[in-house]
């Protein structure tokens, strides 16, 4: 049976070229990418000049210049703007997992937070004190757990024979309930970290505790290294991923090996979903939530849709962070939380649409 492929579909989406009327959607697809860029400008003045530290623009100012407490400065360069370049990394980082894992199971439920990849890296994290003697960095725990998880899920749909999209996220979904069992259960007998510190990280948080512990100044190169890196891997295989939309013949006829590209896009945000969670915890529905729309209003070119998406989701995150920060006067909230609220019923919303039927098979 014939699939229904990506550019078929995308055909009567907004801000999709077509060969008939591309001049008509680049309008839209330049708006998409201004309103974007103006909503980052806007999330920066906002985040730096109102919101968190309780400091003001003159306070700021005056502390900079020496002729206040330097440290209102500091403090204000912590809580303000090294939290804001976190939650953009972050953000842009989940949004390209989310580009890859929705690119490769032609489905805009998946994510790597609901397929369990976010799940495993976190149980490589809080299992690390048992194997893992390295105190500098906890990225290679998560990598572990995280292409474990990938592992454990191409296993368990091979064997399962699982060729439906639809079936591939549930079996993401049963694993992902596996690893937060596991989680809550390593969480309840570790002893390496303090408690609060903890159930901050596995509810998804850039605030002083992230990285159980870490400096910042560690996490903020890490996270740009891995995204860019992540970003350039997936730059280098755009028109594959686009080809892997018309079903593996087609694509194979094509001139591309549809089982290597996926492979190299799924261990690639597997990994870069393993770093995020080391630096932050598993934060969900980034790559849901922020790939998805993006596609639906600029195109599924890829080539387009990653740069796009990245910046989409870090200005998200930004957004989302903001929230968590104010919305209970004098403490701020796991960003996780904010995510879960609003990525739930958006996850419902796609679940009732349907999307995503009609796969022959990835493993």
């Known amino acids: 049976m014939k699939n229904t492929t990506l550019p078929e579909r995308a055909s009567n989406r907004p801000g999709t070229a077509t060969t008939s009327g591309s001049e008509r959607v680049a309008a839209p697809s330049r708006a998409v990418v201004i309103a974007i860029y103006a909503g980052l400008v806007a999330i920066l003045v906002i985040s730096l000049s109102f919101i968190g530290g309780g400091y003001s623009i003159g306070e700021v100012i005056a ?30 980082a989940l949004s390209l997992c989310g580009v890859a894992f929705q690119a ?16 495993g890296a976190s149980v490589g994290v809080l299992s690390a004190p048992w194997w893992w003697a390295g105190a500098a960095t906890l990225s290679p725990p998560a990598f572990v757990g995280g292409i474990g998880a990938l592992l454990l899920f191409a296993g368990a749909a091979r064997w399962a024979r699982v060729r439906d999209p639809a079936t591939l996220i549930l079996t993401g979904a049963v694993l992902n309930a596996a690893f937060g069992a596991a989680i809550l259960l390593l969480y309840e007998v570790s002893g390496h970290m303090e408690r609060s510190v903890g159930l901050s990280w596995v509810m998804g948080d850039l605030g002083p505790t992230r990285y159980l512990g870490f400096p910042s100044t560690t996490i903020l190169p890490e996270i740009a290294l891995v995204l860019a890196l992540g970003v350039v891997t997936l730059l280098a295989i755009a028109r594959p991923l686009d080809l892997l939309a018309l079903g593996d013949e087609e694509a194979a006829d094509l001139g591309i090996r549809p089982a290597m590209v996926r492979w ?8 870069v979903t393993a770093a995020l969670v080391a ?16 596609r639906r209003l600029h195109g599924a070119s890829h080539r387009r ?31 996780g939380i904010i995510t879960a609220f609003i990525g ?11 999307r995503g039927r009609g796969s022959d098979g990835l493993f």
């Open 264 to 271: 190299v896009a799924l261990v690639t945000a597997s990994l």
């Open 104 to 119: 490769v199971l032609r489905n805009p439920l998946a994510d790597p937070y609901i397929l369990g990849i976010s799940g």
């Open 344 to 354: 739930a019923p958006f996850f419902l919303v796609l679940l009732r649409r349907g």
């Open 63 to 92: 502390s900079f210049r020496g002729s206040a407490d330097p440290r209102v400065f500091q403090n204000w360069w912590a809580l303000r703007v090294e939290r804001l370049f976190f939650a953009a990394g972050i953000g842009g």
């Open 305 to 335: 849709l990653i740069p796009t998406a990245v910046l989409a989701g870090a200005a998200f995150l930004m957004i989302c962070d903001t929230i968590a920060r104010s919305a209970i006067p004098g403490r701020a909230l796991p960003v």
């Open 279 to 294: 630096a932050a915890g598993p934060i969900g529905f980034v790559g849901l939530i922020v790939p998805h729309t993006v």
